[in-house]
Nanobody
Framework: QVQPVESGGGLVQAGGSLRLSCAASGRTFSSYAMGWFRQAPGKEREFVAAINWSGANTNYADSVKGRFTISRDNARNTVYLQMNSLKPEDTAVYYC????????????????WGQGTQVTVSS
C-alpha cells in the first residue's frame, strides 16, 4: 500500500501559480493511478485531475483544463499538480489519492487518500 502526503499549498494572488506535490511511500508506486481532488468550504469534494500509472494518460475537470497540469515521477514516488492562472474559486483543500490501476480514475473510487493541503487564492 501507499500513503500519500501532499505539500506545496499556500496563499497566492489571483493569476499566480502554485505547484502541489504528493509523495507516496511504498515500492510499487508505479502500479498506482493517482488523482487530485479538492474540497471548498461548504461544498462536496470534487475531481480535479488524474493520471495513469505511466503518466501517458491524463484527465482534467473542465474547470481547470488549460490551467492545471498533472504529472508524475515514478523514480521519486511523486505526483505533481502545476496550477497556473489561479482564480479565487480554486480556493480549497487539495487532496491526493492513489489506487492500483492501469487506467485513469476520475471518480472518488480511490483506495488511499492524503490529509490535504490548503490552497488559498486572493482576489
Amino acid at each position: 500500500q501507499v500513503q500519500p502526503v501532499e505539500s506545496g499549498g499556500g496563499l497566492v494572488q489571483a493569476g499566480g501559480s502554485l505547484r502541489l506535490s504528493c509523495a507516496a511511500s511504498g515500492r510499487t508506486f508505479s502500479s498506482y493511478a493517482m488523482g487530485w481532488f479538492r474540497q471548498a468550504p461548504g461544498k462536496e469534494r470534487e475531481f480535479v485531475a488524474a493520471i495513469n500509472w505511466s503518466g501517458a494518460n491524463t484527465n482534467y475537470a473542465d474547470s481547470v483544463k488549460g490551467r492545471f497540469t498533472i504529472s508524475r515521477d515514478n523514480a521519486r514516488n511523486t505526483v505533481y499538480l502545476q496550477m497556473n492562472s489561479l482564480k479565487p474559486e480554486d480556493t480549497a483543500v487539495y487532496y491526493c489519492a492513489a489506487r492500483i490501476s492501469r487506467g485513469v480514475i476520475t471518480t472518488a473510487a480511490y483506495s488511499y487518500w492524503g490529509q490535504g493541503t490548503q490552497v488559498t487564492v486572493s482576489s
